[in-house]
């Protein structure tokens, strides 16, 4: 773009400059014009041996070599000075403008700086509508998730006014049906607030040193109830977890597997499994939870971890939960320094894997 700029000034400063100086030829040579001892062809002889003198070559030469420096200068001075004024306009200040003393080298390091600006200022504009989408998606599903319960809720207990509480079936069916929803959205809102906290940094982890198996041995008794409802087989692959101490917030981290575990049989087949296993990793601890399940599409992928996104909108809802066990996985294990990593094959099953730091002795 530089290169560019200067071709042009250049262009346009010889252009002005031949002009300038083909002006000053005529007008030194006005007096062979208006001669009155000359007549004819003689004008045009004389006018002719005037130009074609060295003396007069010289003046031209001169003339047009000192307007081409100074309209040189003066275009690209002109030009420093506005890009200047847009950078301060724009809050954009470089520092290599005042340390360098060259004018054609500020050009290029102005035009430059400018192009890296208006690079960085579309990426950022990209990124607020992204943010802008995101944001419309996000107010959508949450009135959404809280609409469904809550309209479940006013239905029950409109039908119980209209006449229903007299019949004591009808009532306890109802207020069953009215409790779980207020269970739902209550969860939702807890899992809202949760994930909240963790972005903005307001809850600070608890670390400690705690036996990761003895831990992951409570979840899946937690979970075997509705494993077993779901025909899914729980297996726990322990080898490498014995007496295996790890440094971390044991509530967030117990969050993380009941949400990984749960999903995974939630999302999975009828007499299907789901495995716990650990691999060690040098001074820290590989997690995986595995299973033979419906697995997520490619497409799907890029959006998993995302709130409220669900792969099977009809089959999660199905199963309860917020919509938001994902993210707050990976906000957890984030908030850990560590990543949450995901290997999934449509039909065949997923795998679900993250890294917690060792801890070599047990402390509090």
Known sequence: MSKKFRSSSYKF????????????????????????????TCYIEKFFDS???????????????ISFIILQKRVQTMFLNRIKQIYEDLDFKSDSLISTSSIVSNMDLLIE?????????????????????????????????????????????????????????????YLNRADKSVERLAYIIKDLDL?????????????????????????IEELEISASNNKIKLILDSRNAEGVYVYAD????QQVLINLISNSINYGKPKGTTEISFENKGEKLLFRVTDNGLGISKENMPRLFERF?????????????????????KHIIEAHNENINVVSTLGIGSEFSFTIKKSKIPFN
Not at 129 to 151: C, M, S
Not at 196 to 218: G, P
Not at 250 to 253: L, T, V
Not at 321 to 326: D, E, M, V, Y
């Open 13 to 40: 400063s010889f252009q002005t400059s031949l002009y300038i100086s083909l002006a000053s030829l005529i007008i030194f040579n006005m007096k062979i014009i208006f001669n009155g001892s000359c007549s004819g």
């Open 51 to 65: 130009i074609l003198s060295m003396e007069f070559l010289l003046v031209w030469v001169s003339i047009f070599i």
């Open 113 to 173: 700086d400018l192009g890296e600006y208006v690079k960085i200022k579309k990426i950022e504009i990209e990124s607020l509508k992204k943010q802008d989408q995101y944001r419309k998606e996000f107010i959508g599903n949450v009135a959404h998730e809280l609409k469904t319960p809550l309209f479940s809720i006013q239905g029950y207990i409109s039908n119980l006014l209209d006449g229903a509480a007299s019949d004591k079936i009808l009532l306890a069916k």
């Open 195 to 219: 994930i909240s906290q963790i972005e903005s940094s307001t809850t600070k982890l608890e670390t400690s040193s705690f036996a990761i198996l003895d831990l992951t041995k409570e979840i």
């Open 250 to 253: 044991r509530n967030r981290i």
């Open 309 to 329: 996104f669900r792969v099977n909108i009809s089959r999660s809802r199905d199963h309860g939960g917020s919509g938001l066990g994902l993210a707050i996985v």
